[in-house]
């Protein structure tokens, strides 16, 4: 049974900082997609990142792209989310997602694994 648990969400001002931790457990991840969604009060769940967990290739969200970088650590089974340049439209419940899925684009309905969710706000 996959669990994804993440952690490193919080209160940051704008143009700060924030790192976002996905710890994966219960089975191997070889040939998962890893990815980031987020979720605003009010709006559908967004794409934000994927990382390939066996080859490592990457896809960031338009929205992000140069701010946010996702990558992972496969000896401790971890992917991370690195937040630059925080704004507060950033403000969202991030949520973490794995996956056997075609390719790094797909949407939260392909993912069958998730994690609980971290808050992020960004204050102006």
């Known amino acids: 049974q996959v669990q994804l648990v993440e952690s490193g969400g919080g209160l940051v001002q704008a143009g700060g900082s924030l790192t976002l931790s996905c710890a994966a457990s219960g089975r191997t991840f070889s040939g998962y997609v890893m990815a980031w969604f987020r979720q605003a009060p009010g709006k559908e769940r967004e794409f934000v990142a994927a990382i390939s967990w066996t080859a490592g290739s990457r896809f960031h969200a338009d929205s992000v792209k140069g701010r946010f970088t996702i990558f992972r650590d496969s000896a401790k089974n971890t992917v991370y989310l690195q937040m630059n340049s925080l704004k507060p439209e950033d403000t969202a419940v991030y949520y973490c997602?794995?996956?056997?899925?075609?390719?790094?684009?797909?949407?939260?309905?392909?993912?069958?694994?998730w994690g609980q969710g971290t808050q992020v706000t960004v204050s102006s």
């Open positions: 997602a794995a996956g056997i899925v075609p390719d790094l684009t797909r949407g939260a309905e392909d993912y069958d694994n």
